[in-house]
């Protein structure tokens, strides 16, 4: 199946992203760059009516918000997400390990109260270096909340290094598994194809679904994917030259 459209979406995404790091003046890009797919996938395709997205991994919010802006809604862009359903933001998050813990709150209600509608969470792998994962996942577990599903956006770089030289998540699907959660994984998390096909793959085991994307960091713009800088900057006039070449930046 074709997904050219939303190849172009993620394109324009990219380069509104990059503009507004430049009126900021500061640049999560790295983890901004790697997701960009995965939440057009999630927006244009997956999420039904009474679905929730939580962004745990808000230190990545201003695509998140500019896509919110471009479906209708009105969320005030900030480095960290607050609270403001309303507007698409189903969850205070900032710190890394907040967003998972409280969407499983969230999905358990909705067991409870035998309401219909899934809960799906970004994490970074950074974040499956967190505790509060750890023991979320076991609470999920344990409840058989096969209406939450975790996607994790398996860059493998963090703030200053990489995920091998500073704390490795060696057979990460592994790992979950031995949690009793069901986990997929798609290889190439910017292939449209693949994101929306694992995604859409019905869950039949009762179990929390985890799914693991292999993605870049800093996808979409050669010189800057992979290096950790990245992580967080502010943009430098020679950065604005170098994106250019790739991007349509105002």
């Known amino acids: 199946m074709s997904y050219k459209y939303l190849e172009k979406k993620a394109k324009k995404l990219r380069e509104d992203t990059f503009s507004l790091f430049i009126k900021k003046g500061e640049a999560h890009l790295g983890g901004s760059f790697s997701m960009i797919e ?75 109260n035998k309401s219909p509608g899934k809960f799906y969470v970004l ?12 023991e ?3 609470i999920a577990a344990k409840h058989k909340l096969d209406n939450l599903v975790v996607l994790i956006d398996y860059n493998k ?10 704390l490795p998540l060696n057979s990460l699907s592994a790992k979950i598994k031995s949690f009793n959660w069901s986990c997929r994984q798609v ?28 993605t870049t960091k800093g996808k979409g713009i050669k010189e800057f994917e992979n290096d950790p800088v990245w992580h967080a ?18």
């Open 136 to 138: 979320t996942f076991l």
């Open 157 to 166: 770089i963090q703030a200053l290094t990489t995920l091998e030289d500073g």
């Open 38 to 112: 995965t939440i057009i996938s999630l927006y244009e395709v997956i999420l039904k009516k009474k679905d929730k997205f939580i962004l745990s991994k808000a230190h990545a919010s201003f695509p998140f918000c500019i896509l919110l802006k471009n479906k209708g809604y009105n969320p005030k862009i900030k480095t960290h997400l607050e609270l403001d359903p309303k507007n698409g933001i189903h969850c205070t998050t900032g710190s890394l390990g907040h967003g998972l813990p409280i969407a499983t709150g969230m999905a358990m209600a909705k067991k409870i």
């Open 123 to 134: 994490i970074s792998d950074g974040e499956c270096q967190e505790g509060t994962t750890w």
């Open 187 to 214: 290889v190439n998390g910017h292939s449209f194809n693949n994101l929306i096909r694992i995604m859409k793959k019905k869950n039949i085991t009762k179990k929390p679904l985890a799914i693991i994307l292999h």
């Open 233 to 250: 900057r502010k943009v430098k006039p020679d950065d604005i030259v170098i994106a250019k070449k790739y991007l349509k930046i105002k």
